[in-house]
């Protein structure tokens, strides 16, 4: 599988926007991009995912380098739930499972 | 529509004990995973199934630990017996087939197993 890697940790001030980074300088082709985040005692959850071109939805946006060997991920504002550990993972076009490595803690801060 | 539950959120039990965690998909979800997070690390892979076939189980240390998913459904992973070693949350996720790269996964919110 290919690597990413985030920083340890972030903080950020409430209703300010956060960019949470994730770097994949070994992506192959057909790997998508995929983010989760895991709350406090809770499993991790989809965020978004994308492959060549920026993807919005409700929660975020991922914005991906036109290499393809970085990414992106765009709170617009965030609240104290935004609170989390945030992962960064590619994922094969096959029916491969999600590796997770060990992810962006990010604080809120009010 | 329901998440994907799992019980009992927490157990504690001595070393050597078995124990046994319970998990039942989103309806219609023919993709299922077991996961297992330690303190301060990402979950890990322990074994995916394809309705009521185990597709990858190279990570289930199958000396102790065993799985099954009777009629492709709800999903038992046991531990026989538990080592101080196993404390950890196991994660139960589901998604539907075909989805592959392009769909989500499902997470349950764990049981937390505590071994003294």
Partial sequence: ?110 | EAGVVQSPRYKIIEKKQPVAFWCNPISGHNTLYWYRQNLGQGPELLIRYENEEAVDDSQLPKDRFSAERLKGVDSTLKIQPAELGDSAVYLCASSPRGQGATGGYTFGSGTRLTVV
């Fill in chain 1, 1 to 110: 599988d290919a690597k990413t890697t985030q920083p340890n940790s972030m903080e950020s001030n409430e209703e300010e926007p956060v960019h949470l980074p994730c770097n994949h300088s070994t992506i192959s082709g057909t790997d998508y991009i995929h983010w989760y985040r895991q709350l406090p005692s809770q499993g991790p959850e989809y965020v978004i995912h994308g492959l060549t071109s920026n993807v919005n939805n409700r929660m975020a946006s991922l914005a991906i380098a036109e290499d393809r060997k970085s990414s992106t991920l765009i709170l617009h504002r965030a609240t104290l739930r935004d609170a989390a550990v945030y992962y960064c993972i590619l994922r094969y076009s096959g029916n491969t499972p999600l590796v997770f490595g060990k992810g962006t803690r990010l604080s809120v801060i009010a």
